[in-house]
T-cell receptor, first 115, second 114 residues
């Protein structure tokens, strides 16, 4: 059963600490997204990659967030230093650019709490 | 600026009745629209989609209607079941579908009362 896998599922950390979230997209998917869910904005795009190349990271605070795809099976989202306002659920999603439906498959999310 | 808007944060419906969830968008370049369902502690899951060349798409109990002139779409669930209780997100993309960036609304929490 193909699915997007995210780790960690939950993370509690103190302000100023580095946080790294990882995502394994569905094998064969060539597009990977990072979204953040907040009460006010719903699901907002942070960054996305196609064929491992970054296409758009305009949604990320550049001074503290970074996203990479070291290989086709791993995407990472790093926050350094973390702040309480970063507390949210972070979702990774993957899809296939040539698919007809445009459907994205989401992981279960990483819930981050920054104290 | 929110390009996809779901103005009703919540909706309660009796089991067996129709649920209608609404969504408005502002970007006329959007040409593909999707609905996702999300249960607590899970990721959103795809429910149904519609291309801008259509005005209706049906899949079992779920029907999505698109009114391009009004920049409005709606999701109808008939009949509603308690298992449909979830948060529903409307999403839109540009450039012909495929895995492009989706712009999401803030979600509507549907509660189906047994």
């Amino acid at each position: 059963d193909a699915r997007v896998t995210q780790t960690p599922r939950h993370k509690v950390t103190e302000m100023g600490q580095e946080v790294t979230m990882r995502c394994q997209p569905i094998l064969g998917h060539n597009t990977v997204f990072w979204y953040r869910q907040t009460m006010m904005q719903g699901l907002e795009l942070l960054a996305y990659f196609r064929n491992r190349a970054p296409l758009d990271d305009s949604g990320m605070p550049k001074d503290r967030f970074s996203a990479e795809m070291p290989d086709a099976t791993l995407a990472t989202l790093k926050i350094q230093p973390s702040e309480p306002r970063d507390s949210a659920v972070y979702f990774c999603a993957s899809g296939l650019r040539l698919a007809n439906t445009g459907e994205l498959f989401f992981g279960e999310g990483s819930r981050l709490t920054v104290l | 600026d929110q390009q996809v808007k779901q103005n009703s944060p919540s909706l309660s419906v009796q089991e067996g009745r129709i649920s209608i969830l609404n969504c408005d968008y502002t970007n006329s370049m959007f040409d593909y629209f999707l609905w996702y369902k999300k249960y607590p502690a899970e990721g959103p899951t795809f429910l149904i989609s519609i291309s801008s060349i259509k005005d209706k798409n049906e899949d079992g109990r779920f029907t999505v209607f698109l009114n391009k002139s009004a920049k409005h779409l709606s999701l109808h669930i008939v009949p509603s079941q308690p298992g449909d209780s979830a948060v529903y997100f409307c999403a839109a993309s540009a450039s012909g579908g495929g895995a492009n960036n989706l712009f999401f609304g803030t979600g509507t929490r549907l509660t189906v009362i047994p």
